[in-house]
């Protein structure tokens, strides 16, 4: 048979296309090691890397940020994180002794504080000065919310520890922990929560209903600027209801989400979270979703309402579709946000993509972390987001709200629910020097006016 085939055979391919792939892109956007420009922008940030119940009485190697460390409780209870390799011979510290102040090398016994400092070197001269002109590598630690920060970069930059008020908002939530692990790169995890209609295909339509039933209705989609990055944004009609559900993106790596079993069938008005969360990078290639379920009265859903913490964990957040854990068939029927993500690869091939109109968040995303990598490499510090004092509480904007329709109302196709969601969120945003309880009431009597001047 020659090259050219019959014209049987050349007919049966008849249509067919051969797509060329191209060569892996947007590198700079994925990249976590020390001296890059992306490694070196998520140095400016507080980043959780394990929850605090993960920390018992022994040192534990982790890696963050492609670094390679160890954590430890010392007996005194303050908590290290020191480069794991110790500086005098390497020898690992996930083998080094705890101290009632610090911890010790095993090998030859060198002391460390949690700040790196060199206590001792007992197996050198008494008269050794050695001690005094190194110390170990460290970086510090903050405990909050059963979760433990770390922050890898300079010193002089050090930002505000962001305390939200969603920690403490509503009254009398619990908080629940949680970690998965992600073998993928942090920023793809990220875009998954700047893409609002995937929750409308691959919560809803696509597969299972894993999310309540008004999710099969495609939303008016929009993406509002806020002091911490953006709102992503989805504004449906639902019977004689209004829903919106609006979730925080927040640079570099920060989310706030409602949850996703609202029926929309009775008002209701929320500027919190359900699900608080940070993508932390382990390495360009590995990543933790890591975070905070919200248990509180206020939740529609009455299994999250009455929720046992203890559900909670390494592994487990109480959603499908966050893991691997279930069979393989099981998640090609009905895949999860880790299949959607996970099978981009470890690190997604951004110049083979080809965006729509429904991808304006991801764009919006990207251009918000490439400004912020631009302002580090300048040597200024990233203008998103708006950085707060210590002693400030950081404000968030998720929201969750489902309004009865007046009779006569002209809100109901794409353009007036768009135009209804954005004004909304505008709002939400305005009122955020109130107390989040003052806030809910001012919002919500505010956007009820909109609505009731929309006819």
Not at 202 to 207: F, V
Not at 319 to 326: A, P, Y
Request: glycine share 10%; charged share 20%; net charge negative.
């Amino acid at each position: 048979m020659d090259g050219a085939g019959t014209a049987a055979q050349t007919g049966a391919y008849a249509g067919h296309r051969v797509r060329p792939i191209a060569p892996s892109g947007g590198e700079r956007l994925t990249q976590t090691a020390p001296g890059t420009p992306g490694g070196e922008y998520l140095r400016r940030y507080w980043h959780p890397f394990m929850l605090a119940s993960e920390l018992g009485g022994l040192p534990v190697a982790v890696r963050l940020l492609s670094e390679d460390l160890v954590v430890f409780r010392d007996r005194s209870g303050r908590i290290g994180l020191l480069h794991k390799q110790c500086l005098h011979r390497g020898a690992s510290l996930e083998f080094g002794i705890i101290q009632e102040r610090g911890i010790a090398c095993c090998y030859h016994g060198w002391h460390f504080d949690i700040d790196g400092t060199i206590l001792a070197t007992p197996a050198e001269p008494e008269t050794s000065r050695i001690r005094h002109n190194f110390c170990q590598g460290a970086y510090p630690v903050r405990e909050a919310c059963g979760l433990l920060f770390a922050y890898l970069g300079p010193p002089e930059t050090t930002p505000a520890f962001p305390y939200y008020d969603t920690f403490s908002h509503p009254e009398g939530g619990v908080l629940a922990n949680f970690k998965m692990f992600y073998p993928c790169s942090w920023l793809q995890i990220c875009e998954n929560a700047a893409d609002p209609i995937h929750n409308a295909y691959l919560h809803a339509i696509s597969s299972g209903l894993q999310f309540s039933a008004p999710f099969r209705e495609p939303p008016a989609l929009d993406y509002v600027e806020t002091p911490i990055g953006f709102l992503s944004m989805a504004t449906r009609r639902v019977g004689d209801f209004v829903f919106i559900r609006s979730s925080d993106v927040a640079m570099p790596n920060f989310g706030q989400f409602a949850g996703g079993s609202n029926p929309a069938t009775t008002e209701s008005f929320f500027v919190a979270a359900y699900t608080t969360r940070w993508v932390t990078a382990i390495d360009d290639n590995n990543a933790f979703y890591i975070g905070i379920r919200h248990i509180n009265d206020r939740n529609p859903s009455a299994a999250l309402r009455s929720a046992d913490p203890s559900q909670y964990g390494v592994g487990r957040m109480g959603l499908i579709g966050q893991t691997d854990d279930r069979p393989y068939d099981e998640r090609q029927r009905e895949p999860g946000d880790y299949d959607a993500c996970v099978s981009q690869g470890a690190v997604a091939n951004r110049r083979a993509e080809h965006l729509g109109t429904t991808d304006r968040g991801i764009v919006m995303l990207r251009r918000m972390l490439s400004r912020g990598i631009d302002a580090v490499e300048r040597g200024e510090e990233p203008e998103i987001p708006r950085l707060y004092r210590d002693e400030e509480m950081a404000r968030s904007y998720c929201h969750e709200l489902v309004f009865r329709v007046p009779p006569g109302s002209n809100i109901g196709d794409a353009a007036s629910l768009g135009a209804f969601g954005r004004q909304a969120a505008e709002i939400v945003i305005a009122t955020d020097h109130l107390s989040p309880v003052e806030r809910e009431r001012v919002a919500s009597e505010r956007i009820r006016g909109v609505l009731a001047g929309a006819g």
